[in-house]
């Protein structure tokens, strides 16, 4: 296996990059194509880490402003 910088592996690139497109809506039949994935099945492993429904509503509920754990606003005291 190739390693790049801090041990990282050029399939752990692919990885990363597989999981991006997902979660920004690329079409899993594209991402399978752009990997040259011959079943469906396999691109369809990176999946698990877009998490649920349940989970993004969570997160995003916990990103709002003002909420425990969200984002700071601007101006906030350190």
């Known amino acids: ?9 050029i399939h752990d690139l692919r990885h ?3 999981c991006l497109w997902l979660a920004k809506g690329v079409d899993p039949v594209t991402v399978q ?3 040259g994935h011959a079943s469906i099945a396999t691109t369809n492993i990176y999946l698990h880490h877009l998490g649920t429904s349940a989970d993004r509503a969570g997160l995003a509920r916990l990103n709002e402003p003002g909420c425990a754990g969200g ?6 005291a350190e």
């Open 1 to 9: 296996m190739t390693d790049t910088a801090a041990g990282r592996r």
């Open 16 to 18: 990363t990059a597989a």
């Open 33 to 35: 194509a752009w990997l």
């Open 71 to 76: 984002a700071r606003t601007e101006g906030a």
